[in-house]
């Protein structure tokens, strides 16, 4: 199973642009890049997913590295809600497997 | 949108006791569930995938015998810890895929406290 790799916790001011970074150097031509966040003693809860475009939704953007080795998530203003620990997970098309890396805990500061 | 439940939030037992975690698609079919295990501060680990009409497959590492899984529908997928210890307790999820196959997005359920006493 390819494997992800992140910061082991981030800071960031609120209402200021977050760049979350992830890189995944043995991803396959069929796994797609998804990230995640996880609040204390919550489920992780859907952030967004790529291939191999850019992608944004209203949570935040994924910017892929065009070989694919690494990626970014972006959020654009980053609120005290934000505060989670963010997970970036490979899942091959039609496998729908998760392994869960150990995440980047973000901070936010008032 | 789709949500994954699950029951109870909390629950307490004895040493040597079992105890079931259930887990609901609320509005949609979940053929594959998932079920992970999280220690405090640590990152979730996949324990099995739970198959709807069939056994389901253990990761590595996990015991089968003591972690039962039943898929008994297409929107109920239960895990039983039997013989509980203390070395049990943890937090455990449960996961659903969004579509069968597919990018694999999962909808994941709040979890369950499990303290064994």
């Known amino acids: 199973d390819a494997k992800t790799t992140q910061p082991n916790s981030m800071e960031s001011n609120e209402e200021e642009p977050v760049h979350l970074p992830c890189n995944h150097s043995?991803?396959?031509?069929?796994?797609?890049i998804h990230w995640y966040r996880q609040l204390p003693s919550q489920g992780p809860e859907y952030v967004i997913h790529?291939?191999?475009s850019n992608v944004n939704n209203r949570m935040a953007s994924l910017a892929i590295a065009e070989d694919r080795k690494s990626s970014t998530l972006i959020l654009h203003r980053a609120t005290l809600r934000d505060a989670a620990v963010y997970y970036c997970i490979l899942s091959r098309y039609n496998f729908n497997k998760f392994y869960f890396g150990s995440g980047t805990k973000l901070n936010v500061k008032p | 949108g789709a949500v994954v439940s699950q029951h109870p939030s909390w629950v307490i037992c004895k040493s040597g006791t079992s105890v079931k975690i259930e887990c609901r698609s609320l509005?949609?079919?979940?053929?594959?569930m998932f079920w992970y295990r999280q220690f405090p501060k640590q990152s979730l680990m996949l324990m099995a995938t739970?198959?709807?009409?069939?056994?389901?497959?253990?990761e590595q590492g996990v015991e089968k015998d003591k972690f039962l899984i039943n898929h008994a529908s297409l929107t109920l997928s239960t895990l039983t810890v039997t013989s509980a210890h203390p070395e049990d307790s943890s937090f455990y999820i449960c996961?659903?895929?969004?579509?069968?196959?597919?990018?694999?997005?999962?909808?994941f359920g709040p979890g369950t406290r499990l303290t064994v006493t």
């Open positions: 043995t991803i396959s031509g069929t796994d797609y």
């Open positions: 790529g291939l191999t």
């Open positions: 996961s659903a895929p969004v579509l069968a196959g597919g990018p694999g997005e999962q909808y």
């Open positions: 509005d949609f079919q979940a053929t594959t």
């Open positions: 739970s198959n709807e009409g069939s056994k389901a497959t253990y």
